[in-house]
């Protein structure tokens, strides 16, 4: 079964990705948002947190996980800073934002998809 038969779900991820790449091709400094990111972060732990209180486990202790994402929003902001003020050549700049995406990987791949590798996704 295909969920998409008049392939119009991929035709418009097409024109998305392909917006992205333009827009990407014509910035100095590579538009990552690790502000958004790390924000999104923190509301999944807060969310987390508050089911886990909600069904009664409060033995669950968030404090580790709440602590690295609150150290992550603070780079965050201090990468987003490095890239609005970037100016000359932004090659170290960018080669360092585009290291951080394989960074957030696992090596070893996804737990239970030893089809899905990191070594395949950092090695671009």
């Not at 909600?54 to 202790?61: G, P, R």
């Not at 951080?100 to 395949?120: I, K, N």
Request: aromatic share 10%; hydrophobic share 50%.
């Amino acid at each position: 079964m295909n969920a998409d038969p008049t392939f119009v779900y991929e035709q418009q991820m097409a024109r998305v990705f392909g917006l992205e790449v333009l827009h990407m091709a014509d910035t100095d400094v590579l538009p990552y948002d690790y502000v958004t990111y790390a924000k999104q972060i923190q509301a999944y732990l807060f969310a987390a947190q508050a089911r886990a209180r909600d069904v009664s486990m409060v033995s669950l202790d968030f404090d580790a996980a709440l602590g690295a994402a609150s150290r992550f929003a603070g780079e965050a902001m201090s990468v987003m800073a490095k890239q609005l003020a970037a100016k000359g050549d932004t090659t170290a700049l960018n080669a360092s934002l585009r290291a951080v995406e394989s960074d957030l990987l696992a090596p070893e791949g996804l737990p239970g998809r030893t089809w899905f590798p990191a070594h395949h996704i950092c090695a671009g």
